[in-house]
């Protein structure tokens, strides 16, 4: 790895973290557990699209590990790194469907990661009655990628140089 790309890497990794902090100081929108915008997935899925998957990737999992230890919540890193790692994974596979539609892998991605998120819990709690709140984060996930998605997608059609 170059010092570039270590750099930017850095860089963008810190700009996740702050973004993750400070959401995290904001209070719910909605009266249920757990559901937030997520805009610190900004800069993965930009990441994604401008620099690499690599990149992203790394950006990624340092921001979930940072985040869980820099917040103090260490409990929450199984289930930010199931959602997260199955988050990429779709990134993985959505983004050359999507072409141009940025916005509907991000929605695709927060659905996923919602997903790995309910899973870890099924494990952690021993219990499948976490379920009934799916339906919940499915409707979170559609309206928070769409925003989140459709953000990226100006960030990257002024951004598509930048590579």
């Known amino acids: 790895m170059n010092l570039k790309r270590l750099t930017t890497d850095a860089l963008l990794t810190a700009f996740a973290l702050i973004i993750f902090i400070i959401e995290a100081q904001i209070p719910p929108v909605v009266p249920i557990p757990g559901i937030k915008l997520g805009l610190s997935n900004i800069i993965t899925l930009t990441s994604f699209y401008i620099i ?31 959602g997260g790692i199955l988050c990429y994974i779709a990134m993985c596979i959505f983004h050359g469907i999507t072409k141009e539609k940025i916005w509907v892998t991000s929605v695709l991605c927060a659905i996923a990661h919602n997903t790995g998120q309910i ?25 928070t990628g769409a925003f989140t998605g459709i953000i990226v997608q100006n960030i990257c059609k002024k951004g598509r140089g930048l590579k």
């Open 52 to 82: 690499g998957k690599k990149d992203a990737l790394i950006i990624l999992v340092l921001r979930i590990v940072l985040g869980s230890v820099f917040s103090g919540n260490i409990s929450s890193l199984i289930f930010s790194l199931c």
């Open 119 to 143: 899973i870890a819990a099924v494990f952690v709690m021993k219990s499948t009655a976490v379920l009934w709140y799916f339906p919940y984060l499915l409707i979170s996930a559609i309206i």
